[in-house]
């Protein structure tokens, strides 16, 4: 069976950090947010703005101004 030698070190490298945190995932992530506030990049964060709710719910959108429900359908 072939085997990628990147996958496997990858494998390796993500196995030695879990290691030296016990597998623990609250010290794990503790220590990525801690990395990441050091490291001065900007983090942004993708997640859908709240109050937007999915077009197919059937709901009106939160939506500023005077946004008209669209949601209801003439028979």
């Known amino acids: 069976m072939w085997t990628d030698e ?4 990858i494998h390796r490298i993500r196995e ?3 290691k030296s945190f016990d597998y623990d995932l609250d010290a794990i ?8 506030a050091e490291s001065g990049k900007e983090v ?3 997640s859908p703005e709240p109050g937007i709710t999915k077009r ?6 939160d939506l ?10 003439s028979t």
């Open 16 to 18: 030695q950090y879990a």
């Open 29 to 36: 992530f503790a220590d990525l947010r801690k990395k990441e």
């Open 56 to 61: 197919w719910s059937g709901r009106s959108r």
């Open 44 to 46: 942004v964060n993708l």
């Open 6 to 9: 990147i996958v496997e070190e």
């Open 64 to 73: 500023p101004g005077e946004a008209k429900d669209v949601s209801c359908r």
